[in-house]
Nanobody, 126 residues
């Protein structure tokens, strides 16, 4: 079993930055694909970014150029650096871990992931 705990959320003004962390425990996630998803009130959960075990990354079009996902296998942790935040980025952000995906694009599918964290709230004021 893998436990995932997100941190780093908070309130930020539009144009500001936040760095989310996802700490894994229970087993190493170095061979797992790791993803970030988000869910705003009244909306479905949506894909944000993902990184596979060889550090190939994949991003939603809405965050390309602003968000960066990275992983530190020594710390069993994944990060999401979020820059130039917009009010529409406000949501609960969830970290997820899953087995090797069949393709990079498949990392955007929530069903690809076996383990999920509880989420961390990101609020962006305009």
């Amino acid at each position: 079993q893998v436990q995932l705990v997100e941190s780093g959320g908070g309130l930020v003004q539009a144009g500001g930055s936040l760095r989310l962390s996802c700490a894994a425990s229970g087993r190493t996630v170095s061979t797992y694909a790791m993803g970030w998803f988000r869910q705003a009130p009244g909306k479905e959960r949506e894909f944000v970014a993902a990184v596979n075990r060889i550090r190939s990354t994949y991003y939603a079009d809405s965050v390309k150029g602003r968000f960066t996902i990275s992983r530190d296998n020594a710390k069993n942790t994944v990060y999401l650096q979020m820059n130039n935040l917009k009010p529409e980025d406000a949501a609960v952000y969830y970290c997820a871990a899953g087995s090797t995906p069949p393709s990079i694009a498949s990392m955007a599918r929530a069903g690809q992931y076996d383990y999920w964290g509880q989420g961390t709230q990101v609020t962006v004021s305009s």
